[in-house]
């Protein structure tokens, strides 16, 4: 049977950086398992959705994974809210939300990502916030419930009549703007009722936390508080031919990310959970990997996507260092690939791709338009690489290309 592994780096793709010379993090480093996979293969440079277009995490795995987001994309809400463990039912709304900090007395979300490290915060916090109630909705038909998902991210589930995905946000999308109140999309009855609720929400979740203990102490030790949580993407759950329907492949997911995990969820991918696996700074990729293989080797998955979260953070956060360390861990988490997997005896029915969902520039902090590397290669021939450094004869299954990086990619092939 022919088995493919997808490597998928959160934020790949990034921009000349003149603390490294003017070249990009990838062009900076020494990876050899990851040019390994350009080298033995072929390469080419990847718009995920369309050229021009900085995407966000959820379009752009949906368009790669073969799904076209302007016919199926129903707002990342589902997704963040299925992968942190809420069920979806038809008629219900979610949102992928952020603990963030407001300024009560100006309306201004000064910070749109209260803290990172909130593991130990989260959890009771959406648990404090779930039931709440509204004054204008009646506790006995519409019901709210929050998950905790990953660092500041929640997701936040509506259930009850009349409602729709149809709205804006509440989200400003920048630190020091206005908090927003939803707006419909349309002249519908129930977008109107849908706004209503959410700005309801927003504030008795506002009025909540910030009388809650956890923030008074925050505030007595001078950090953020978390007293408001920003309601964005607003989603249903998309109805569509499972991966395995449309591709003819067996798939599972390692992604404790929630909403890539949600989203191969609406997919009918298999979510398999890690331990040590966080979706943050603090997560162990080799852990991901150990469990990539035994899942491989089982014979029941002929599709295995992994997905790394810490390098799109650390473009998030505007840290090079952090980007250059875990693009090091990820070349190290694809050694231990292929020298596990190289050696099996059918290691040569493996191919092996690596390629990002977006650039995330450390310079900019934020998702752009560049497009990304990509690189797909058969596993054996990669592994051989690294051991042999011999090109293999140029054919349609190679280029050129000996480096994975967002210049040389544009040599490739593809």
Known sequence: MKKHIFIMVDGLGDVSIPSLGMRTPLQHLDLPHI?????????????????????????????????????????????????????MEPGDIAFKSNFATLDPSTNIVTSRRADREFEHLGPPLCEYLTGITLPS????????????????R?????????????????????DNLPLLQAQPLDDSPEAALTCKLVNELSLAIHKALSVHPINDE??????????????????????????????????FIIAPTAI????????????????GATGDYHTDLNAKARKLIELMRTGEYAFGFLHIKAVDDAGHDRNVDIKLKFLRLVD?????????????????????????????????GDHSYEPVPFAIAN????????????????????DKVTTFNEVDAARGAL
Do not use: W
């Open 154 to 174: 929640c997701g936040v589930r509506v259930r009850g009549p009349g409602l729709t995905d149809n709205i804006t946000s509440t989200d400003p999308l920048k």
């Open 137 to 152: 909705f009646p506790s006995d038909k519409y019901r709210v419930d929050v998950q905790y998902a990953t660092e500041h």
């Open 260 to 275: 890539i995990a949600g989203l191969g969820m609406c997919l009918g991918i298999q979510v398999m959970r890690v331990p």
């Open 379 to 398: 596993l054996h021939q990669a592994h051989t690489y690294t051991k042999e450094k011999v090109h293999p004869p140029l054919s349609h299954t190679t």
């Open 35 to 87: 040019d390994a996979i350009a080298a033995s293969g072929v390469n080419g440079l990847l718009d995920p959705v369309e050229p021009g277009l900085a995407c966000g995490s959820d379009t752009a795995h949906l368009s790669i994974l073969g799904y076209d987001p302007r016919v199926y994309y129903r707002g990342r809400g589902a997704f963040e809210s299925m992968g942190a463990g809420l069920d």
């Open 332 to 364: 190290a988490m694809i050694g231990l690939l292929f020298s596990e997997l190289g050696s099996d005896p059918d290691a040569s029915n493996y191919s092996i791709n690596i390629t990002g969902d977006h650039s995330t520039p450390v310079l900019s």
């Open 218 to 251: 925050r505030k007595r030790i001078g950090k953020q508080q978390a007293n408001v949580v920003l309601l964005r993407g607003c989603g249903t759950r998309i109805q569509v031919p499972t991966f395995e329907e449309r591709h003819g492949m067996r798939p």
